[in-house]
């Protein structure tokens, strides 16, 4: 394999890995904080142990997620020199402003999981409650940093030279705010219904498992409201991308001729050569809908573009559609919850729900991942949008197969682990039944 | 108030120095209790093991983003200095990561996993191997990018492996794994009531402070070969050494005193007037021989920014930080340890 390919993949699967342990660093202290608030508020201790398992589950997944981060932070360096050596001065601002947002993360989780007996009860919840703020904060300015690589601002391009350097501005880059409100709601909504999922499952076995039932009821509030807000940050997005980064959205879609009216295409495969997409599903005008509002508008398409600047269409294409499709299926869930929630005030707990819930819990991650999939391999070839290719940036170190290699095995053994780990966890999850709980 | 761009450029140079220092005094201590979990002997193995345990538990993960900051710092403010750095030192920086992930991983595994069996033995070894290679690591970077041979083009022996794998580099990668298990152990005596452990501990502080001192000779001795320029800046009789040599024999003597917490203090002072020692003798280079902090710098906009940032996230982290130790080092004296805490939930 080419060294450019091997380092792409080597920050790609850094990145697929990190993000899923990120994502539960951001939603799980939120909501554990809720389980111990309700425990303050209630009394009922049932809230006291669910927090506390949570928080077991948030300092293992936190602490991953904290060393995995470093080396993106490294390998931003190791694999793109000459993207940092341009972009550094330009983004560097947000990052070290994420810097103090993972200090006072992993303070306020260090007196939250070990200060349980050291420190009052409020100044405890307070603990829990500026780990998830500072978790969200976090993932808000390293996703400016990311917009600020697909809608570029606060600089002037001269002779390949940045001048004119705006950081403020570059910070609050168009794509960077709508993406990140986006990734947070697809934190809470993937970490939420994977939680919703692992106690719907043991729920099935023991339906009278009140600190199941209470597990559920706060992870499918949090999940399902998200899921359902989810779309219309989407719709956000998608126009922005139709205006800003027109390849984007036309790959995103298997979108070849510029046309009005366009239709959305779901599905099929692309015969790049050809320049057409065969086998897929076509609703007539809803591209034009979804990107401008307006089923005659018109929609670029990729023949517009030079051949040389698109990206991969099957990757991005498929990867939209496996978003899309796993988020519908989470909003779905949601509204059926939502809806039985509005009539009976009682949480839905029939055995094809669970069941459902089930099945929809993995979804948000898979959501995560192929999302993140278009928004990388859709900016391809660049690694800023029209300003530096990928290839330009990338280290000149050869052999990079040998640190991708054991990047890859490490991190595959560390999902195993954390994986091995989590299910011990679950194995010792306790038995309450109604009543039992002390008040 | 208007400052220049050298100004700024000091600034930040200090400020990456100050986190640098508190890297090493906070987040070196972490890997030096997982070395001395590695060499936990004597009857009172397990005891040692326990107290390491508890003393960085709370604290490793919050003293760990020093290192992202000092990152953060360079690629923001002296970009120039990271992108050679991210190639001439691509090999020992990965061997850094690869130390960082498993130490931190297997620490957490250890501490969260519900049954204390064999598979839960094996993470406390793995954490007790990579905290010992990554200082070394950390070290060697250090010397490396004082000798003074880092380009970034060239063959691959000469840009990839000759700036780091040389005696001088190795030599202070050892030098730090060294002041890394000193300051642990002197920690240590106070991180425990248990006048035995306490005397283990000390009896580890002392031998560290003997090899460390040694070490000290050894890599002083090295540079004069292997990083000229920077032994041509080193002025042997500066105060900043008399103070590293006033420190260590306080802390010596603390110790024999069995003045812990105070001895603790001078640890960290000899830790840090090492540091600073060789921060001026490496001013105004950041990589010798070619980026120094002036000619690697960002350009004024982002240093005033970076540097408001700064200040902003300081109001903001000290005061956390004191609650932190506070509750932790200070006002924990006698309470029970997470291992039994996991052990009470269970039953």
């Known amino acids: 394999m080419h060294d450019l390919l091997i380092a792409r993949c080597q920050m790609g699967m850094s990145l697929a890995f990190h993000i899923i342990f990120a994502a539960i660093g951001i939603a799980l202290p939120l909501m554990m904080s809720i389980a111990e608030w309700l425990w303050l508020k209630t009394g009922d201790n049932v809230y006291e142990e669910l927090a506390k398992r949570w928080s077991k589950g948030a300092a293992i997944l936190f602490a991953v997620g904290a060393v995995s981060g470093t080396v993106l932070s490294f390998e931003l360096g190791l694999l793109w020199p000459g993207f940092m050596d341009f972009a550094g001065e330009i983004i560097g601002m947000p990052f070290a402003l994420e810097g103090f947002a993972f200090f006072t993360e992993a303070i306020f989780l260090g007196i939250y999981l070990y200060g349980w007996k050291l420190v009052p009860k409020p100044v405890h919840l307070f603990a829990g409650l500026v780990v998830a703020a500072s978790g969200a904060a976090s993932a808000l300015f390293v996703i400016f940093a990311n917009g600020w690589m697909n809608t570029p601002t606060g600089f002037d391009l001269i002779d390949g030279k940045a001048i004119n350097i705006d950081p403020i501005k570059a910070m609050f880059n168009p794509a960077g705010l709508p993406e990140a409100v986006h990734m947070l709601l ?206 330009h940036s990338v280290t000149p170190m050869p052999g990079l197969g040998v640190s991708a290699t054991l990047f890859t095995l490490l991190y595959l053994a560390l999902a195993l682990i954390v994986i091995f780990i989590v299910f011990r966890q679950i194995g010792h999850s306790p038995i309450i039944h109604e009543g039992e709980q002390k008040q | 108030m208007s400052l220049s761009h050298a100004d700024c450029v000091l600034l930040l140079g200090g400020v990456g120095v100050a986190s640098l220092t508190l890297y090493a005094v906070m987040g070196g201590a972490d890997y030096g209790g997982g070395f001395w979990d590695l060499l936990a002997t004597g009857p009172r193995k397990d005891e040692q093991r326990k107290t390491i345990e508890k003393a960085i538990g709370p604290i490793w993960e919050a003293n760990h983003v020093w290192l992202i900051l000092i990152v953060v710092l360079l690629f923001s403010c002296f970009p120039r200095a990271f992108y050679t750095a991210s190639i001439a030192l691509h090999i020992p920086l990965t061997l850094l990561l690869f130390g960082i992930v498993l130490r931190g991983s297997a620490f957490t595994f250890r501490t969260y996993d519900s049954e204390k069996d064999e598979v839960q033995k094996r993470w406390g070894r793995i954490f007790a191997i990579s905290s010992t290679i990554t200082p070394v690591m950390l070290g060697t970077i250090v010397g490396a990018i004082s000798g003074g041979h880092i380009i970034t083009k060239g063959d691959f022996f000469s840009v990839y492996l000759s700036p780091w794998l040389r005696p001088f580099p190795i030599a202070v990668g050892f030098f730090a794994l060294m002041l890394f298990a000193y300051l642990a152990a002197v920690y240590l005596t106070a991180d425990t009531k248990e006048p035995l452990l306490q005397n283990d501990f000390r009896l580890r502080a002392y031998i560290t402070q003997a090899i460390t001192a040694a070490l000290a000779l050894t890599v002083y001795l090295l540079a004069r070969d292997g990083a000229p320029d920077l032994w041509h800046d080193m002025h042997i009789m500066s105060p900043i050494y008399v103070g590293t040599f006033i420190a260590a024999v306080a802390t010596v003597v603390f110790l024999a005193t069995r003045r812990f917490a105070i001895a603790r203090f001078c640890a960290a002072a000899q830790v840090a007037f090492i540091l600073w020692g060789w921060a001026l003798a490496q001013y105004p280079y950041i990589i010798r021989p070619s980026q120094t902090i002036f000619n690697s710098a960002s350009h004024i906009a982002t240093l005033e920014l970076v540097l408001m940032a700064l200040a902003a996230g300081g109001l903001l982290l000290f005061p956390s930080f004191f609650f932190l130790y506070h509750v932790f080092k200070i006002k924990r004296t006698t309470s029970s340890m997470p291992g039994d805490k996991l052990k009470e939930q269970q039953s």
């Not at chain 1, 879609?253 to 295409?265: I, M, P, R, V």
């Not at chain 1, 990107?291 to 990206?311: I, M, Q, T």
């Open chain 1, 186 to 391: 697809a934190a809470y909504a993937a970490t939420a219904f994977v939680v919703a999922g692992i106690h719907a499952t043991l729920l099935l076995k023991a339906k009278d498992n009140i600190f199941h039932r209470r597990a559920l009821a706060i992870a499918l509030a949090l999940g399902g409201a998200t899921a359902i807000l989810q779309p219309l940050s989407g719709d956000l997005l998608a126009q922005l991308t139709a205006q800003l980064q027109p390849v984007k959205l036309a790959a995103m879609e298997a979108h070849f001729d510029t046309t009005k009216g366009a239709s959305l295409n779901i599905g099929g495969i692309t015969d790049v050569k050809a320049g057409k997409l065969n086998y897929a599903i076509e609703i007539p005008m809803m591209l034009s809908v979804l990107a401008h509002h307006d089923p005659n508008a018109e929609v670029k398409g990729l023949n517009d573009f030079e051949r040389s600047d698109w990206p991969n269409i099957n990757i991005v294409h498929l990867s939209f559609d496996l978003m899309v499709g796993c988020g519908v299926a989470m909003m779905l869930v949601s509204l059926w919850a939502a809806g039985y929630y509005v009539k009976t005030r009682k949480l839905l707990d029939s055995d094809i729900f669970l069941k459902s819930i089930a099945v929809v819990s993995p979804m948000g991650f898979i959501a995560i991942e192929a999302g993140w999939m278009v928004t990388e391999c859709g900016r391809q070839p660049w690694i800023i949008q029209n300003v530096m290719r990928v290839s």
